[in-house]
């Protein structure tokens, strides 16, 4: 079991910056792949970044590819995005979430192989 706290969000113009992180908890954390997420008003939630459990290997999408970071330090538990060059269509609320599978399929861009998620943060970008 892994239960999973975002922080980190708010308000910010564009152009501005944002560091989230999510904190969880269990001793199981290092062997779990993370996954960041977003999902604006009325929209599906979409992949945004993805880490291995070792933080080895990223993925990000394209729509954020350059400004964001997604890194982890697992001695804390914890995951991070850095957003930079925030734009106002990154307004959403963002989520974390954990998985076991991890192949080179592009799994960890579906909400569905994740098994656990927070409780979201919102990000609101303003022009």
């Known amino acids: 079991q892994v239960q999973l706290v975002e922080s980190g969000g708010g308000l910010v113009q564009a152009g501005g910056s944002l560091r989230l992180s999510c904190a969880a908890s269990?001793?199981?954390?290092?062997?779990?792949?993370m996954g960041w997420f977003r999902q604006g008003p009325g929209k599906e939630r979409v992949f945004v970044a993805a880490?291995?459990?070792?933080?080895?290997?990223?993925y990000y999408a394209d729509s954020v590819k350059g400004r964001f970071t997604i890194s982890r330090d697992n001695a804390k538990n914890t995951v991070y995005l850095q957003m930079n060059s925030l734009k106002p269509e990154d307004t959403a609320v963002y989520y974390c979430?954990?998985?076991?599978?991890?192949?080179?399929?592009?799994?960890?861009?579906?909400?569905?192989?994740?098994?656990?998620w927070g409780q979201g943060t919102q990000v609101t970008v303003s022009s």
């Open positions: 979430a954990a998985t076991l599978v991890w192949d080179g399929s592009g799994s960890y861009r579906t909400p569905a192989n994740y098994d656990y």
């Open positions: 880490i291995s459990w070792s933080g080895g290997t990223t």
């Open positions: 269990g001793r199981t954390f290092s062997s779990y792949a």
